[in-house]
């Protein structure tokens, strides 16, 4: 089993930064992808950024060039760095895990961007 534990979430007026960070524990193997997935009030779970093991980066485009995802694979974590903050980037960020067809999920964190 793996277990994720996020943290970073908070309120932030509009133009702010935040950073998440997710730790991963429990039975990693290599080869794993770790990302953030997030979820606003009436809406549908969308995702945020992605990060392989190669280090390839994906975003949803309305955060691009705005938030920047990381990874240290000797510690199993991830981050991401938001910028330049907007309302509608309000929503609970799930961090998750995925590696050979299994996905592992965080508690999320609430991120609030309001003035």
């Known amino acids: 089993q793996v277990q994720l534990v996020e943290s970073g979430g908070g309120l932030v007026q509009p133009g702010g930064s935040l950073r998440l960070f997710c730790a991963a524990s429990?039975?990693?193997?290599?080869?794993?992808?770790m990302g953030w997935y997030r979820q606003a009030p009436g809406k549908q779970r969308e995702l945020v950024a992605r990060?392989?093991?190669?280090?390839?980066?994906n975003y949803v485009d309305s955060v691009k060039g705005r938030f920047t995802i990381s990874r240290d694979d000797a510690k199993h974590m991830v981050s991401l760095q938001m910028n330049s903050l907007k309302p509608e980037d309000t929503a609970v960020y799930y961090c998750?895990?995925?590696?050979?067809?299994?996905?592992?999920w965080g508690q999320g964190t609430q991120v609030t961007v309001s003035s």
């Open positions: 998750f895990l995925g590696h050979n067809g299994a996905y592992y």
């Open positions: 990060i392989t093991s190669a280090h390839t980066t």
């Open positions: 429990g039975r990693i193997f290599s080869g794993y992808v």
